[in-house]
C-alpha cells in the first residue's frame, strides 16, 4: 500500500470525512523540539501501486503537532500548532490566502485539535498550558477555556454522540469528562499511575472510552461505573502516543506508540492484540482509521513517513 516521504518528521494523520482518498498529515522539525513545520494534504490513488500525491502543504514557523477536518466544510482543516496558535486552511482557496484564521490564546503548545461531529461548528484545542479551549470557526476569540488539569492536556475529544460532551486526558494522570453547559468538568478518572496521552470515545456506546498512557497501556472504561476498567490492554512496548476507535467495528480500535508499532486491538476478547505492524523505524505517533473505507488504516511517525494500508495487509507492500 502506499506510502509518502515528508521533508519533517510525522505527528499526526486524519483521513478526510468527505474524501475517502484524502488525508492530512501534520509535521514537525527536528521532532518537534525546535524549528518549522508543515501540514500535507495529500491523495489516495485508487490503484494501490500507484504512489501517494500531494494536493498542498502549508508551512508554519513552528512545528505543526495535530490536524482535524472540519465536519462542516470539506475543504478546511484545523492545525494545533507549537507556538500556541490553531490555525485554519482551506484548500479551496489559493496558498496566499492562507491561513484562513490564526487563534492565539494558548500560552504553549497546542497538542491536539478536534472538531465537533455532531454539532459541526466548533472544535476544541488541547495544550501543555494546561487548558483546553472551545473555539467556533466565526468567532474571533475563542467561547471558553476549561482548566482544570493541572499538567499538559495532551489530548481532548467530543463524544460522537452527545454535542455538549468532550474528554480530555492529561499529563496529571486523570481522564476528565465535560459537559460545555456545566461550569467545571462532570467526572474525574484517575486512569493511569502514569501520564496519559491520548484518549478515543467507543463509535457504537457513547459511555465507554479509552485512555492511552506512558505506563505502556491502553485501559476501556465505562464511565457509568469506572471504578475500575472494562478492560486493560498490555502488549506494547514503551509509552502508548495515539489511540483511535474504529468507526465501523464497535470493539475494535488501533494505536500507535514509541516502539514504533502500530496495534490493533479487540478489547472483548481475551487476547485483545489482533494485528501488530511494525513497519514504522521511529517512534510511531500519528493513526488513524478511515470513516468512508471500512479498515483502511494510516499512520506517521518520526522516521518522516506516512502509512496508509488496508488492515490485515502489510503496510510496506507496494
Known sequence: MPVFKTP????????????????????AQNFG????????????SSNPTLPI????????ADGVYDVTWSESHDSVVVAAVADGSVKLYDLALPPSSNPIRSFHEHTREVHSADYNPVRRDSFLSASWDDTVKLWTV?????????KEHAYCVYSAVWNPRHADVFASASGDCTLRIWDVREPGSTMILPAHDHEILSCDWNKYDECIIATASVDKSIKVWDVRSFRVPISVLNGHGYAVRKLKFSPHVRNLMVSCSYDMSVCVWDFMLEDALVSRYDHHTEFAVGVDMSVLVEG???????DELAYVWQHGTDPRAS
Open 8 to 27: 519533517f518528521n510525522g505527528y499526526s494523520v486524519k483521513f478526510s470525512p468527505f474524501y475517502e482518498n484524502r488525508i492530512a498529515v501534520a509535521t
Open 33 to 44: 523540539i525546535l524549528g518549522n513545520g508543515r501540514l500535507h494534504v495529500l491523495e489516495l
Open 53 to 60: 500525491t500531494e494536493l498542498v502543504a502549508y508551512d508554519t
Open 138 to 146: 466565526d468567532r474571533p476569540t475563542s467561547v471558553r477555556t476549561f
Open 296 to 302: 483502511l488504516i494510516a499512520s506517521t511517525g518520526w
